[in-house]
């Protein structure tokens, strides 16, 4: 006869660690700003020469690492410290995955007040902070595109490399092309492809900076001025439309469709780069918990499912709508095809 498993007695662990998460926060930001991770990678494994290479006291390095190591972003065997694998590959600075500087985007101050007045945003049912900081010149969005590049290089080669199994593109939209490694993937995957990217003008100088280093600055042309307004043109065989609509209710991202079905020419595909929920909206976590960001920072964003893209998609003209089976970063691939 089977047994049931015995029921775990309740707990108060899981509230102290929830209530004290942003000790995490700060502690992974103060390992970065010190260089913890890069010491490590150069060779410095006990805590008296991490604290040397870091100008740091011995006491509080060796508190910080065991810190890190119980959060599991450090090793430690016997009195030495070692690089847990996704550390290695994106906090050291010799990795040219390296990630560190995201920070300086994802702990903004207007973030962090976002998720701060979070009982406002619940009983508003968005942001505390009123409206998303759209104006062009808003300097959070060139942060962003700096902060973010290292980021979006892998996925960014994961989609091109997907997108061209359904043929060479000759003309190519980026939309909010923030960083452009988006569009200049693209464009490394199609070597006669032009790349017209819009967004806000400082933001443009970023990616164009990341054009010229990536030798594409020849097929890479600007669209200054907001998505909803520039003139886009016409006749593209691909639009990039990547991290951006979730920042905005389905209606508006129903309309701002039809813009980039309007832009397409025959036999056009639309690629949507987005976190992606389960139906249920708890599951994959990292995909499901997006939402509470979106809640915090915007008026009316969301995760959507692919269900909710597919739909607003098909109701902007798209025939056909596809989840394509890599994951993208944290994210995933959607197609619509015109």
């Known amino acids: 006869m089977a047994t049931s498993a015995p029921q775990q007695a309740p707990t108060p662990e899981r509230f102290f660690n929830a209530i004290n ?19 490590i990678a150069e060779g410095n494994t006990a805590a008296d020469t991490i604290a040397k290479r870091c100008q740091a006291a011995e006491r509080g390095v060796e508190i910080l690492c065991n810190y890190l190591t119980i959060l599991g972003f450090l090793t ?4 030495q410290y070692g690089l847990a694998p996704d550390s290695a ?7 040219r995955a390296y990630l560190g500087g995201s920070i300086e985007f994802l702990l903004n101050p207007r973030i962090r007040e976002g998720h701060a007045r979070l009982t406002e945003a619940v009983r508003l049912g968005g942001s505390a902070l009123g409206e ?13 595109a700096r902060a973010m590049m290292p980021l979006i ?10 997108l061209v199994k359904g043929g060479e593109v000759k003309k190519v939209l980026d939309i909010a092309a923030s960083h452009g490694m988006f569009g200049i993937s693209v464009a490394k995957q199609n070597p006669t492809a032009q790349i017209y990217s819009s967004d806000w003008k400082n933001v443009l100088e970023v990616a164009q900076e990341n054009a010229q280093a990536m030798g594409v600055a020849d097929r890479y042309h600007l669209l200054a001025g907001s998505a909803f307004d520039v003139d886009f043109g016409g006749d593209y065989d691909l639009a990039l439309v990547t991290n951006f609509l979730h920042h905005f209710d389905l209606p508006t991202c129903t309309d701002f469709m039809r813009k980039v079905h309007a832009s397409l020419g025959p ?32 008026p009316a964003g969301n995760a959507y499912t692919f269900h909710e893209l597919e739909s607003l998609s098909r109701e902007a003209g798209f025939a056909r709508v596809e989840l394509a089976p890599p994951p993208i970063g944290l994210g995933r691939l959607i197609i619509a095809y015109r």
């Not at 942003?22 to 502690?27: D, G, M, S």
């Not at 998303?132 to 808003?138: G, I, Q, R, S, Y």
Request: glycine share 4%; no cysteine.
């Open 76 to 79: 430690k065997e016997e009195m």
């Open 21 to 39: 998460a942003y000790e995490q926060t700060e502690a992974l930001k103060a390992a970065i700003e010190l260089e913890i991770f890069t010491a």
């Open 132 to 144: 998303v900081a759209l104006e062009p010149d808003n300097p959070d969005w060139v942060r962003f």
């Open 153 to 162: 290089h892998m996925p960014a080669q994961i989609m091109a490399e997907e």
């Open 89 to 95: 590959l994106f906090l050291s600075k010799g990795s």
């Open 267 to 298: 036999g056009g595909r639309a690629a949507i780069v987005e976190f992606v929920p389960n139906a249920d909206r708890v599951s994959p976590p990292t995909a499901a918990a997006f939402s509470l960001v979106m809640l915090a920072s915007t």
